[in-house]
């Protein structure tokens, strides 16, 4: 946004002022042998005429620079007709907007991202629950298994079955927890 207000206002007129202040030692002359090349014409021409009309001029001494010396200047700027000041603010116009499409396209992306981690988080709380009521169902189900052994109604084949079927749900709990983990610190907070 900078940028674009740094580029609007290139259309506005802008005012420098410029100073400047020098002194110069040991001045560097030049001189004009005026006196030298005139004086012998002049009095010729003095001669002729019998008169004094004719002055003796001197040499001339001219400095290169004045000892002092002393500049100001206010110089005011208008652009006219300058397309590299019209095309410097639309560039300028599209990198605001790319940037805040980039902005609200990764807005877009972090709540989706959001959601879905935290519909991920609701998935692991549910299949906890689920797995918990199952390990319920699978311990009664052993122990129902051993009666029925005990009483030689089945065979330890069903023991067997059902001392498995209750490992795998014991292994799919730990799986379940080390996914939830990570998870919990984040949520819990916002429930």
């Known amino acids: 946004m900078e940028k674009l207000k740094q580029a609007k206002s290139y259309f506005y007129p802008a005012a420098t002022l410029h100073a400047r202040y020098s002194g110069a030692q040991g001045r560097r002359t030049f001189d004009v042998p ?70 609200e396209d990764y807005k877009h992306q972090l709540v989706e991202e959001i959601k879905s981690s935290y519909f991920d988080y ?29 009483n030689n109604k089945v065979t330890q084949e069903h023991i067997y079955q059902a001392e498995a079927e209750l490992a795998k749900n014991l292994a799919a709990m730990a799986e379940a927890k080390k996914t939830f983990k990570p998870l919990m610190p984040i949520f819990t907070k916002f429930m």
Request: proline residues 3%; without cysteine.
């Open 122 to 150: 609701l998935k692991a709380l549910s299949l906890q629950d689920i797995l918990d009521h199952a390990a319920q169902l699978l311990e009664e189900n052993l122990r129902v298994a051993e009666k029925l052994f005990e």
């Open 34 to 103: 005026v006196g030298d090349m005139l004086n012998p014409v002049y009095s010729t021409l003095n001669l002729l005429t019998q008169s004094n009309d004719f002055p003796a001029i001197e040499n001339q001494e001219y400095a290169f620079l004045r000892s002092k010396e002393h500049e100001t200047k206010v110089r005011i700027t208008q652009p006219l007709l300058n397309s590299d000041v019209f095309y410097n603010k639309k560039i300028n116009d599209q990198l605001v907007m790319l940037t805040s499409a980039t902005r």
